[in-house]
């Protein structure tokens, strides 16, 4: 990926053997978005279902995204999804991101995901919500067979000083965390790059200019 050994690395160096507790979480399920529109709020189905469920039956939930992006060089924090993830393992992706467990506010779930990712402890304040845009994705992964994921993504973002940073990663969540160019991040995700979770055009072209990240 962009942008090597220069950049701020997690702390642990095994990756977790055992896979992701599929049955442990429990989400709100929402309506599909209406035809045509990728952005705005979500709608609830009135009822909840486990990560397994959702994530086997392409149910609608929500989760959040929290870009992390450096103030002085404007690169953006990417991690690399942990080996035992359900979906999209190894994979290079957005900062920080997690699910919004049933009956959370996606701010607290924000917070607290940079609290057990990459061990960042920030006020509320300090995060600019950008948007909220649907978003589908499907695949495969060895260890639990196929997946479609179907979310409502909460986008934020968080501005500071990340260059020479260590972060205390979770290591059943993340396998390595660095700082790549925006500028590359997203002909990354424009190209279909396959080391980089795929995002919608959508969510790319709503984004890029809010980090600074000139199109080709």
Known sequence: PPRGPDGPRGSPTALPMAGQDVDGETFDVYLPPPEGRS???PTRAGRTATRKEVHRDGLWH???????????????????RAAGKDTHPLMWDVGCAGHINSGDPPLETALRELEEELGLFVDASELRHLFTVASRA???????????????????????AFRGATFNTEVSEVADVRLMPAAEVFAALRGGDPRFVPRAADYVDALAPIVGATPP
């Open 138 to 160: 499907k695949g495969e992964t060895a260890m639990f067979g196929a997946f479609r994921c179907n979310e409502y993504q909460e986008v934020y973002l968080l501005r500071g």
């Open 62 to 80: 929500r989760s959040v995204h929290i870009w992390l992006q450096d103030d002085a060089t404007g690169d953006l924090l990417m991690q690399q």
């Open 39 to 41: 952005f705005g709020e």
